[in-house]
């Protein structure tokens, strides 16, 4: 369970939300786990098998308060709301500011900020732990290349500009992977360059994998406090694409997908035989393949860190959910700027 920005996130498996008095407890097999005063919240983000009392449902209904059901792998189920709600307003705030070219270049400018401070500083970390001189230069050197396609970031004129500086930098980040990889395993993940569709070399499977898992959390993020996953500002908006789930998962693509993506390869948890490859050069997880790597990515959801805006620890798992708050506040005007998660 996680206080975050007024929102009560509940993730623990059958917990039971009662009211008592002006208070919210949460009972865990009977036993009072947490007390918290109803007017410090805002909405109850609920996890998987999660029970409300009518009592408090009806509570939170009358005074205003979402309460948000996703599962336990963090796909969106449903929201609950009474008849008095701000969600329209904050829905009328996000097509106010995509209509705003300036407003739109200035948000799609934060998501790309995050992801290519967040991508050079997986370069720097990664040159740090190598054994190799000439490989950790490299990777020094690309970090050093990817900080300048930052640093133009502010001079980009439009949305065409930033998406040139993306590409330019994902293309060095891409080809620095290589030196990620332990030398011992680089046979069987031979790696430069993304390709997507379809992904042909097991890191490339793994990445596609893990950046759509990573999509739907990042969607069902959005959706729980209120925001169109459809309309983005980075990403062009087209019908069935959720372009502002794909702008807030740029910055985590890096720091959560990648890392997690190496970090299986390099302690030999992810394995050759774990891909199955298929006619027209396809490589794609299988079974037994995909189960590793769900487990691997739930385990990595509940580790924490200090989230550098709130400075206090927040699961990783609920980043998203973070940042998604974070964009509502800055669309609604309750805070001057978005800012992007940058990973330390």
């Not at 009977?30 to 409300?52: E, N, T, W, Y």
């Not at 009518?54 to 009358?62: K, Q, T, V």
């Not at 205003?64 to 792998?73: A, N, P, T």
């Amino acid at each position: 369970m996680a206080l975050l920005l007024n929102t009560l996130y509940v993730t623990t498996p059958e917990a039971y939300l009662r009211l008592e008095g002006e208070t919210l407890c949460v009972m865990i097999e009977k036993v009072k786990r947490l007390q918290i005063p109803m007017h410090h919240l805002a909405s109850i983000v609920c996890f998987g098998d999660v029970m409300l009392s009518p009592a408090l449902l009806g509570r939170c209904m009358e005074e205003g308060r979402s309460v948000v059901w996703l599962e336990r792998g963090g796909r969106f189920q449903a929201r609950v709301e009474g008849p008095v709600n701000g969600n329209i307003l904050l829905r009328q705030a996000q097509f106010r500011a995509a209509d705003h070219p300036g407003k739109t270049i200035e948000l799609a400018r934060a998501f790309l900020a995050g992801k290519l401070r967040n991508s050079r500083n997986v370069l720097l970390r990664g040159a740090r732990d190598g054994q190799n001189d000439a490989e950790r230069a490299v990777l020094v050197q690309n970090a050093r290349l990817v900080a300048g396609h930052l640093r133009k970031l502010p001079q980009a004129p439009d949305l065409d500009g930033l998406r040139g500086e993306e590409g330019n930098a994902a293309r060095i980040y891409f080809q620095s992977m290589q030196f990620l990889i332990r030398q011992a395993v680089r046979s069987d993940f031979a790696f430069d360059a993304r390709s997507r569709r379809p992904p042909t070399d097991p890191m490339n499977a793994m990445l596609s994998f893990l950046y759509a898992i990573l999509l739907h959390d990042c969607r069902s993020a959005l959706e729980a406090v209120g925001l169109d996953p459809q309309l983005g500002f980075l990403h062009t908006v087209r019908p069935g694409r959720a372009a502002l789930a794909l702008d807030l998962l740029e910055e985590f693509r890096s720091v959560i997908a990648d890392r997690l993506a190496l970090t299986l390869i390099n302690r030999g948890q992810i394995q050759a035989s774990h891909f199955d490859r298929r006619e027209g050069g396809a490589v794609l997880l299988n079974d037994e393949g995909r189960k590793v790597v769900i487990t691997a990515y739930q385990e990595r959801k509940q580790e924490t860190l200090t989230h550098p805006v709130l400075e206090q620890e927040v699961p990783i798992g609920l980043l998203p959910h973070v940042q998604a708050r974070l964009l509502a506040r800055h669309l609604r005007g309750d805070a001057p700027a978005y800012v992007p998660y940058l990973h330390k």
